[in-house]
């Protein structure tokens, strides 16, 4: 009888920690992502989203759910109106590239030349500028293809945004959960953990990986359109050299920096692709989940930029060997379309497409038209 009582209890024990709560960290004041819950998990059959909800015990109310739509647009909005200026900001600025490219072919010709006419010297300009010189030399290859490297990094965003919007979105569902403690969300409203699962892990590595390798290139450029102080300073270095023989004219002066963030530093980045054997593809980069939705919140600034502001190649992954849990044993698997919303993040918010192409174009204008001339 003693035995029957205790089994009954771990029984009853284990019902009640089973049982349907509002005790939803995601919910209330003191969580600024979700919103206000009930007091007791209620039943609803009028939601217009979450449909696996439907007929459910719930913790927000029937509107509040419904109102889900237009929360994501607004913030649909805000991501396509940063991504437009950024877009902008970018592009007027690699139209210095063509400019720089042609400074930097002027500075390897002088580097050239000073190897065949100062082999004793030149082991003096390996030695103080040789990892600028190795870095510009890198980043002139990508500058050359820098249109349609924008182009990829555009559509690889879309993808990235969009598939990142709609595991939001399922999240907002999970926060009006009533069954959330089986779902692989715990922790408190001021320090909430959601342990998706390994496939969602996946998903999101799929569709932004490429994304976050693009905009980690689109970075490097971005120092290559600050580096016109170093390349003209490198290059005064030289021709003094040149002229003098004398090694030491290779010294003094401070190398110009150009990791500094100028003043348009919210549409710039320093962001760095997370590199070895934690990140070498699709299958294997699982970080990418906890970097953009944290605690049921979207880090607006890693996703708008592609990466994180820093220069340590590891930062991503401090972050996934804090925050990622799956030894809990239980997790979040949504659908994509969980919360059933329409999400529309737009490929080219500021039409800087057009730009691009504003010359292609009007050559095969002109082509056209010339054609059409001989036919007539």
């Given amino acids: 009888m003693h035995k029957v009582s205790l089994s009954l209890v771990f029984l009853f024990f284990l019902t009640c920690k089973s049982s349907p709560d509002c005790q939803n960290p995601l919910l209330g004041p003191a969580n600024p992502f979700g919103p206000l819950g009930l007091n007791l998990p209620s039943a609803t059959s009028s939601l217009l989203y979450c449909p696996k909800l439907q007929s459910q015990d719930v913790c927000c109310d029937a509107t509040v759910i419904n109102d889900f739509q237009s929360e994501v647009d607004s913030l649909v909005n805000s ?95 999970l926060a009006c959960d009533a069954n959330y403690s089986s779902k692989g969300l715990f922790g408190t409203p001021s320090s909430p953990v959601i342990n998706f699962s ?29 580096s016109e102080s170093l390349i003209k300073f490198m290059s005064n270095k030289v021709e ?94 949504p659908e994509e379309d969980e919360a059933g919303l329409i999400i529309n993040i737009e490929l080219d918010p500021a039409n800087v497409g057009g730009i691009l192409n504003l010359k292609e174009k009007f050559w095969i204008r002109l082509f056209i038209l010339f054609v059409s001339l001989i036919l007539v």
């Fill in 79 to 173: 991501i396509n109106e940063f991504a437009g200026k950024r877009d902008s900001y970018l592009i007027t600025a690699f139209r210095e590239i063509p400019s720089l490219l042609q400074s930097f072919d002027q500075l390897k010709q002088k580097v050239e030349l000073l190897n065949t006419t100062h082999p004793d010297i030149f082991p003096g300009f390996i030695s103080r500028f040789g990892i600028y010189y190795e870095s510009l030399e890198e980043w002139s290859k990508n500058a050359k293809e820098y249109k349609s490297l924008f182009v990829r990094m555009q559509n690889e965003r879309k993808k990235c945004e969009t598939i990142i919007l709609k595991y939001y979105a399922a999240v907002k569902c």
């Fill in 198 to 226: 390994p496939r969602v892990y996946r998903r999101i590595a799929e569709e932004c990986f490429n994304y976050l390798n693009y905009s980690s290139e689109i970075s490097e450029l971005q120092r290559f359109v600050r």
């Fill in 240 to 333: 003094k050299v040149q002229r003098s023989g004398f090694p030491t004219d290779m010294l003094g002066g401070d190398i110009p920096n150009i990791n500094i963030l100028g003043v348009n530093a919210s549409y710039e980045s320093l962001a760095r692709f997370p590199s070895g054997n934690d990140c070498i593809g699709p299958g294997n980069c699982e970080w990418a989940c906890d970097n953009f939705i944290v605690g049921g919140q979207l880090d607006l600034n890693k996703l708008q930029i592609g990466g994180i502001n820093g220069t340590l190649d590891n930062a991503f992954n401090e972050i996934e060997r804090t925050s990622r849990r799956l030894q809990q044993g239980s997790y979040y698997d």
